[in-house]
Nanobody, 119 residues
Framework: QVRLVEYGGRMVQSGGSLRLSCVVS????????MGWSRQAPGQQRESIAQ???????MYADSVKGRFTVSRNNAMYTVYLQMTSLKPEDTAVYYC?????????????WGQGTQVTVSS
């Protein structure tokens, strides 16, 4: 059974930085297409970052240049480094496992971790 567990969400001041971690089990992590999504209050969930099994990355325009997704296959962990945080980044952040590198379909979600950016 695939399990994704996020860590690192907390309250941070505007302009600050934060790193989220997601530990993955129950799948061949080195072949997994991973990503991060978020859902702000009253808004739809949005995909913000993706990383392929080979380490290629993609970002939503809203976070490009501020957020960096990375992975450590030996640790079965994917990271989201967030800098220059803004109040509009406040959301629940979810780690995601996609069907494949060539698919956007999410097949597994973490439980989410809350990030709150105060102004």
């Amino acid at each position: 059974q695939v399990r994704l567990v996020e860590y690192g969400g907390r309250m941070v001041q505007s302009g600050g930085s934060l790193r989220l971690s997601c530990v993955v089990s129950g799948t061949d992590f080195s072949s997994a297409a991973m990503g991060w999504s978020r859902q702000a209050p009253g808004q739809q969930r949005e995909s913000i970052a993706q990383i392929s099994s080979g380490g290629m990355t993609m970002y939503a325009d809203s976070v490009k240049g501020r957020f960096t997704v990375s992975r450590n296959n030996a640790m079965y962990t994917v990271y989201l480094q967030m800098t220059s945080l803004k109040p509009e980044d406040t959301a629940v952040y979810y780690c995601t496992l996609r069907e494949s590198d060539s698919s956007n379909r999410v097949v597994s979600w973490g439980q989410g971790t809350q990030v709150t950016v105060s102004s």
